[in-house]
């Protein structure tokens, strides 16, 4: 099975952390979202997709290359992020955007691409953004020893999947 994780992480390698754990488990390659070769997609089993969440959302750079992909019929993929805030308090962000979970804006726009979703992935990261910023952020420590763990779990999860399918 050859893998890939696209992913993103600015502040804290929150994201980062998590896609290597996931990364270690499936033998993948890890690689920014604007450094993606295109035409080199159709080579891969699976195709993870990630970021830290900015205001009820993946980072742009991922929705950016969701737009220049063509259709792949049916190719899995699988989608993960890290945030400050839990999914039920980003509830401001989720009712201006019209969803009930963070994940949905790039799982729709997979979807669109003809992406299989075969999972989605979130933990709590450490954020200092904004407001957080003034009282040294939230979830210091995050993601932790638990976090990867269960990162690893995931990425298990989605192996057994894909010989399933």
């Keep these: 099975m050859k893998t890939l994780i696209i992913y993103i992480s600015i502040h804290h390698s929150n994201t980062e952390k998590i896609a290597e754990a996931m990364a270690e488990i499936l033998d993948a390659k890890l690689i920014n979202p604007r450094e993606v070769d295109i035409d080199s997609l159709s080579e891969y089993d699976l195709i993870g997709f990630g970021s830290g969440i900015y205001f009820g959302k993946h980072h742009k750079s991922l929705f950016k290359l969701a737009d ?91 192996k057994d999947r894909l010989k399933v399918l």
């Excluded at 019929?73 to 401001?92: E, L």
């Excluded at 200092?128 to 993601?143: A, D, H, Q, R, W």
């Design 68 to 158: 220049k992909l063509p259709v792949f019929k049916g190719k899995k993929s699988f989608i993960f992020s890290t945030s400050g805030v839990s999914n039920w308090q980003n509830i401001i962000n989720n009712t201006l955007n019209r969803t009930l979970h963070f994940h949905n804006p790039l799982k729709k726009e997979l979807l669109k691409k003809g992406f299989n979703i075969i999972g989605k992935f979130d933990c709590r990261g450490w954020d200092t953004v904004g407001p957080f910023e003034l009282i040294g952020g939230i979830n210091k420590g995050s993601p932790d020893e638990k976090d990867f763990k269960e990162a690893e779990n995931f990425a298990r999860v989605l």
